[in-house]
Structure formats: C-alpha cells, structure tokens
C-alpha cells in the first residue's frame, strides 16, 4: 500500500493549509483513516481519525480548528487546518489501517510526513 501525501507549507498563524493523502495498492477495504504529527524530541501524537462509516476522534488541542474528511472512493482522506498557531508547527503523517486484497490480511501504513510550519 503506497500513501501519497500533499499539503503542507509554511503558513502565517490563523491562516489555513489542507492536507491530502491518497492510498493506492492491492487494497480491499479501509477501515480507518487519521493523521498524526511529531516535532523533533517528542513521541508521535495524534490529531485526528475518521473510520470507514464517518465517525471522527480529534485531538483536544486541535478540536474546533481541524476537520478531517474522506472520500471512500478515491481512498483519500484530507484534513483541513484552521486558524493554525505555531505550536502546530510538525511533520504531520497520514495513517491507514485496512485489509489487503491479495493476499488477504491486514494492514497498517504511514506516509512519508508533510511539513507543516506556522510562522510569521
């Protein structure tokens, strides 16, 4: 399973970025779909999730700025990030978890991190 990852940038704070990740490969269903960020020294956190039936997990610290969207179809998820602060300044990862086609099994994979930084 391949993730390919667009979004991120330099942004000045209370601007707005929207981060997209597209899943492709031998892909028989998504379950889950989320982004987590990390900034160096510290663990990987994460921002927020949607499943397969559109149910939503945020982060506290982004909740009521960040919405996370999915389009099934294109096996993409997005998330837009509004009225940014410094302090969400990180590389930000997509995540997937679903089952395989060929073979059947499960899967978990990350994208390769967007960089996403707030600044004036």
């Known amino acids: 399973v391949q993730l390919v990852e667009s979004g991120g940038g330099l942004v000045q704070p209370g601007g707005s970025l929207r981060l997209s990740c597209a899943a492709s490969g031998s892909i028989f269903s998504i379950a889950a779909m989320g982004w987590f960020r990390q900034t160096p020294g510290t663990q990987r956190e994460l921002v927020a999730t949607i499943t397969s039936g559109g149910s939503t997990n945020y982060a506290d610290s982004v909740r009521g700025r960040f919405t996370i969207s999915r389009d099934n179809a294109k096996s993409t998820v997005y998330l837009q990030m509004n009225s940014l602060k410094p302090e969400d300044t990180a590389v930000y990862y997509c995540?997937?978890?679903?089952?395989?086609?060929?073979?059947?099994?499960?899967?978990?994979?990350w994208g390769q991190g967007t960089q996403v930084t707030v600044s004036s």
């Open positions: 995540n997937v978890r679903g089952t395989l086609a060929t073979p059947p099994a499960d899967f978990i994979s």
